[in-house]
C-alpha cells in the first residue's frame, strides 16, 4: 500500500513539474524543476524496500543471514539521494541566479523572441539584409563587443588586475 | 608494458589537484594570478595528455584493466575501468583540450580569465575523464554533473544577456537530461539491486523485458539530450553560440562527445540485444538527427550558430552508428561499432577544428554574422585553407578522415541491410556540403569590409600563431586518419571488440560476480546467445 501511495506521489509530482515548466514564466520553471527533482528523489528512496520501525543495523554479535533479507529497508538508495538532493540543490540555486541576472541586465523575467526573425526567411541562400533585420535582443555579439571595448583596446585595464 | 592499476585515479586526480589548486589562486589578490593559473593548467593538460598516451599504448596493445576504490571487492566499491573505447576518448580530450589551451591563452579577455576560466576548464576536463574511466552507474551520473556544473559556468563566464538566455536553457534542458539518468540509475538499482556496471551487464539477462525496456529507455533519453540527439537537442543550438570562442570549441569536442561514448558504452554492455531489436528505433532517431540539424544549419544566420547545427546532424551519423554496432557485416560483428567510434574521434577532431577556424575569425573581425562577412580570404589566406580542408573533412571528401568514417559506416548500413538510412546520409552529406559551401561563400569569398577592427592583442605574431596552429594541428590530424587509414581502423576495432566483449569486462572488473549469479546465463552476443533469460 505504502509503495502504491508513493508510485502515485512520484507520478504526481512529476506531472505537475512538467506542467510548472511548460508555463510561462521564469518562477514557475525553477519551482517546476524542484518538483521533477522531488519526484526522482523520492522515486530514488522507493528503490530501497519501504519498512516502518526497522534500522538496517544488525547487533554485534549476531551474523547477517539470508534470511535477515527483507527485513529491513537498504540503506543505500538514501545515500544516493544524498547525493543527488546536493546537486539538483546546487544546480536550481545556479538557475535562481541566472534568472536573476536576466532580471537584473533585461529587467523582464521573459525570454526575448530570440528565432523569430530567423524563421521568417524560406530562402537559405537569400541576403540577409533585405529579409531579416535582426533585433538587438538577438545580437550574438555583445560578448566580442566587451571584449574589444573593454579590454583590448585599453591596454592599461589589462594590468589592473584587480 | 605494465602499468600498476593506481595510475587509473590519475585521470581524474590530476585536473581536480589542479583545478582546486588554481581555484585557490582565485582568492589571493595578486597581478600575476591569472599567470599563475595558466601555468597550473598547462601543467594539467599536458600532464593529462602523456597519462592518456600512456593508456592508449597500454590498451591497445590488448590490454584491460580495473581498479577498485579503496579496495573493496566489485560490486561494493567503485570501480574504475579501461579499455581501448576509454582510452581513445581520453587521448582525443586530452589533446583537444591541449590544442584549446594556447588558443584560449590568446584570446581569451582579462575579464574572463580573472572570473576563473582556467579552474573551470581543468574541472570540465575532470568531469570528462571520470565519465571515461568509471564502472559505476552512479559514479558516471556524478561525473556527468561535474562535467556539467563547470559547463554552467564556463558558458555563462562573462554575464552578457546573450550567455544568460543562452544559460538557462541550457541549464534547464540538461537539469532534465541528468534526473532521467538518476532515475535510470535508481530504477537499476531498485530491480538489479547492483550499480556495478559489470554486475548491471551479468544481471540483466535474466530481469523481465519489460525493466530492460524502462531502463534501456531512460539511458537512452538522458544520453541522447546529452548527446543532443533528435527530440531533445534543442539546448545546443540555443547556447553554443553565446560563450566565447574556445568555451565552444571546447564543448564541441567534450560534452556532447561525452554522451555518445555513454551510449557507445552502456548499449552493448548491459543489452546488446535491444541494439538489434530497437534498431529501427534507434536508426530513425538517426535519421531525423542527421536532417534536422543540416536543415537547420542551412536558417542559420552566424559562423557558430550555423556550426552547432552541423554538431547535431553529425551526432545522427553517430547513432547510426550505434544502430548498427551489433549488425552482422562481412568484417564481423563489432564492426559498426568501430566505425561509429572512429567517426566520432574524426568528429571531435574536425568540429573542434572549425569553430577554433570559425572563432578565430569572429575574434578577428568583431562579428560572426554572415551577411557582415566577407573577404576574409583575402586577409587570411592560410586560416582560410585550414577551414576549407576542415570543411570539406566534415562534409566527408577524400582523403580526410571524413571519407573514411562516412564510407565505412554505409558499407556496415548497406551490409546489414538498412539501406534506407544509409540514403538519408548520403543526402544529408549533400546537404552538409552545400551549407559549408554556403558558410564558405558568405564569410571568405568577396570584398573584404572596412570595419573590421583587429583588436590590438590578436595582432602580435604569438596571438596569431596561437590561433592558428592548433588548427592546423587538427587538419592534419584528420588527413593522417584519411591517408592512414589502416593504423586507425586497426585500433578502433581493438577498442569495438573489446567493448562487445562482456564476459570480458566482467572477467577485468571481478570474476566473482558471475560467481554469484550462478542462475543467470551470460554471454557475449550474439556469440552466446543470451535470450535464454529474456
Known amino acids: 500500500m505504502t509503495a502504491i501511495m508513493l508510485a502515485v506521489l512520484v507520478g504526481v509530482l512529476f506531472a505537475c513539474g512538467a506542467y510548472m515548466i511548460l508555463l510561462r514564466g521564469q518562477i514557475k520553471l525553477v519551482l517546476g524543476l524542484g518538483l521533477i527533482t522531488h519526484a526522482v528523489n523520492l522515486a530514488l528512496f522507493g528503490t530501497g524496500k519501504l519498512t516502518r520501525g526497522a534500522p538496517p543495523i544488525v547487533p554485534h554479535e549476531q551474523q547477517v543471514t539470508a534470511a535477515m533479507a527483507g527485513q529491513f529497508a537498504d540503506p543505500l538508495p538514501q545515500a544516493l539521494i544524498l547525493t543527488a538532493i546536493v546537486i539538483s540543490f546546487g544546480v536550481t540555486a545556479f538557475i535562481v541566479v541566472l534568472i536573476y541576472r536576466r532580471d537584473a541586465l533585461t529587467g523582464s523575467d521573459l525570454a526575448p523572441g530570440e528565432l523569430a526573425t530567423v524563421i521568417n526567411t524560406s530562402d537559405p541562400f537569400a541576403p540577409f539584409s533585405s529579409r531579416m533585420v535582426m533585433p538587438e535582443a538577438a545580437d550574438d555579439y555583445d560578448i566580442l563587443q566587451f571584449e574589444l571595448d573593454e579590454v583590448y583596446d585599453n591596454p592599461q585595464a589589462e594590468g589592473a588586475d584587480e | ?534
Open chain 2, 1 to 534: 608494458m605494465n602499468v600498476h592499476p593506481t595510475i587509473l585515479a590519475m585521470p581524474v586526480a590530476i585536473p581536480l589537484l589542479f583545478g582546486a589548486l588554481s581555484l585557490l589562486m582565485q582568492g589571493i589578490r595578486t597581478p600575476h594570478r591569472v599567470r599563475v593559473q595558466q601555468i597550473l593548467a598547462g601543467i594539467a593538460i599536458g600532464a593529462n595528455l602523456i597519462l592518456a598516451l600512456l593508456l592508449l599504448s597500454y590498451t591497445l596493445s590488448g590490454g584491460r584493466m580495473s581498479f577498485q576504490m579503496g579496495l573493496w571487492p566489485a560490486p561494493f566499491g567503485i570501480t574504475v575501468y579501461i579499455d581501448g573505447l576509454s582510452a581513445i576518448m581520453l587521448t582525443t580530450v586530452g589533446l583537444l583540450s591541449a590544442l584549446i589551451f594556447p588558443f584560449a591563452v590568446a584570446t581569451m579577455d582579462a575579464e574572463r580569465a580573472r572570473l576563473g576560466f582556467y579552474p573551470m576548464a581543468l574541472f570540465l576536463l575532470m568531469g570528462a575523464n571520470g565519465a571515461f574511466i568509471t564502472g559505476d552507474l552512479f559514479n558516471l551520473y556524478v561525473f556527468y554533473e561535474v562535467l556539467l556544473m563547470s559547463s554552467f559556468v564556463l558558458l555563462t563566464l562573462g554575464g552578457t544577456p546573450s550567455q544568460i538566455n543562452g544559460g538557462i536553457r541550457y541549464v534547464v534542458l540538461n537539469l532534465m537530461g541528468s534526473m532521467m539518468l538518476l532515475l535510470a540509475a535508481g530504477i537499476t538499482y531498485g530491480t538489479l539491486g547492483t550499480l556495478n556496471m559489470a554486475h548491471i551487464a551479468v544481471r540483466m539477462g535474466a530481469t523481465p523485458y519489460l525493466v530492460q525496456a524502462v531502463i534501456a529507455g531512460l539511458l537512452l533519453i538522458a544520453f541522447g539530450a546529452k548527446a543532443a540527439a533528435f527530440p531533445v537537442f534543442f539546448w545546443l543550438p540555443s547556447s553554443y553560440h553565446t560563450p566565447h570562442p574556445a568555451v565552444t570549441a571546447l564543448f564541441s569536442g567534450v560534452l556532447t562527445k561525452v554522451g555518445m561514448y555513454s551510449l557507445f558504452r552502456t548499449f552493448p554492455l548491459f543489452f546488446p540485444w535491444l541494439l538489434d531489436e530497437w534498431q529501427p528505433l534507434i536508426l530513425t532517431i538517426a535519421g531525423l538527427t542527421m536532417v534536422i540539424g543540416v536543415l537547420g544549419a542551412f536558417a542559420q544566420p552566424t559562423i557558430r550558430r550555423l556550426l552547432s547545427f552541423h554538431i547535431i546532424s553529425q551526432i545522427g551519423y553517430m547513432f547510426m552508428g550505434l544502430g548498427v554496432a551489433m549488425a552482422p557485416t562481412p568484417y564481423g560483428v563489432g564492426f559498426g561499432l568501430a566505425l561509429a567510434i572512429l567517426f566520432l574521434v574524426h568528429n571531435q577532431i574536425v568540429k573542434t577544428a572549425l569553430l577554433l577556424g570559425g572563432g578565430a575569425v569572429e575574434l578577428e573581425t568583431g562579428t560572426g554574422k554572415l551577411n557582415e562577412l566577407g573577404g576574409v580570404v583575402a586577409l587570411r589566406p592560410f586560416q582560410a585553407a585550414l577551414f576549407f580542408l576542415a570543411a570539406f573533412s566534415l562534409a566527408g571528401f577524400p582523403p580526410t578522415s571524413g571519407f573514411i568514417g562516412k564510407l565505412g559506416l554505409l558499407e556496415v548500413t548497406f551490409s546489414s541491410g538498412s539501406w534506407v538510412i544509409a540514403a538519408v546520409s548520403v543526402f544529408v552529406s549533400l546537404l552538409t556540403t552545400m551549407s559549408m559551401i554556403r558558410l564558405w561563400q558568405y564569410v571568405f569569398w568577396g570584398k573584404p569590409h572596412s570595419k573590421y577592427r583587429m583588436p590590438k592583442k590578436l595582432a602580435t605574431q604569438g596571438a596569431s600563431m596561437a590561433m592558428t596552429v592548433p588548427v592546423l594541428i587538427l587538419v592534419v590530424l584528420s588527413i593522417a586518419i584519411g591517408v592512414m587509414a589502416q593504423p586507425a581502423l586497426d585500433a578502433v576495432q581493438v577498442a569495438a571488440s573489446q567493448v562487445i566483449d562482456r564476459v570480458g569486462y566482467v572477467e577485468t572488473v571481478g570474476p566473482e560476480l558471475t560467481a554469484s549469479d550462478l542462475q543467470i546465463p551470460f554471454g557475449n552476443y550474439p556469440a552466446d546467445a543470451v535470450a535464454a533469460g529474456r
